[in-house]
Structures are given as structure tokens and as C-alpha cells.
């Protein structure tokens, strides 16, 4: 506890005045007790980036949006404007839908294609 109090007077001293709560959040550190906050729009934009799966660099190219300011929209820096969060929740629940169902029309497609030449190739060796 004396190494907090030195810690806390220390900073109350640089910062030129009392600091009601410095001690309390010195012990919370020393205990290793988070003092991370999470906004919903930090979980919100992060969730919709998981849920297709993709990297935040190829999520921020889909939403036309610099890679550091998504960055600091998931560690919660800075808010996304309200209009981003309203195409967001529209997203997350109607277009992310489709999105997930493109990329399975897809696999499929490059799956029968990969079988077709496959064929094709036993097919010539015959042949």
C-alpha cells in the first residue's frame, strides 16, 4: 500500500492537483483488473467483421474504409459515425446473409470445377 500512495502523490504532484481516484485504479492495476470499456458500437462493427470471417484490412476495403480507423472504431478510440453503424446493423443482419451464401455458391462452383477437370484429365488419358 506505501507504493501506491508514493505512486499516487507522485502523479497528483505532476498533474498539479488531487486525484479523488488514482489510488483505487493504482490497486485495480496492480491486481490486473481490466479497466477496458467496450461501447456496442465497438462490438457491433468487430462482430460484423467476424461473422464474415474476414481480416480487419479486407473488412475495412468492403466498407470503403481506411484499415487505422476501423482499427480504432474495434478498440473502441473513436466512435463510427451514426450513418456507419446504421449500414452496419442493416448489413449485419440482412446482407451478411447473402454474403455468406455468395461465398458458398462460390466454393461450390470452383468444388465442380475442379472435379470437371479432373474428369477431363481421366477422360484424355483414356483417350
Partial sequence: MMEIEKIAKAIEVDA????PDIRES?????EGKSACLHT???LMVRSAR???GLSQSHFAQLIRTPIGTLCNWE??????PASVMCLIEI???RLFKVYCVIR???AGILFLSAIILLAGRTFMQKG
Fill in 16 to 19: 498539479g492537483e488531487s486525484l
Fill in 26 to 30: 493504482l490497486q485495480e492495476m496492480i
Fill in 40 to 42: 456496442p458500437e465497438q
Fill in 50 to 52: 467476424k461473422k464474415l
Fill in 75 to 80: 478498440q473502441g478510440h473513436h466512435n463510427p
Fill in 91 to 93: 448489413a449485419d443482419k
Fill in 104 to 106: 458458398k455458391l462460390i
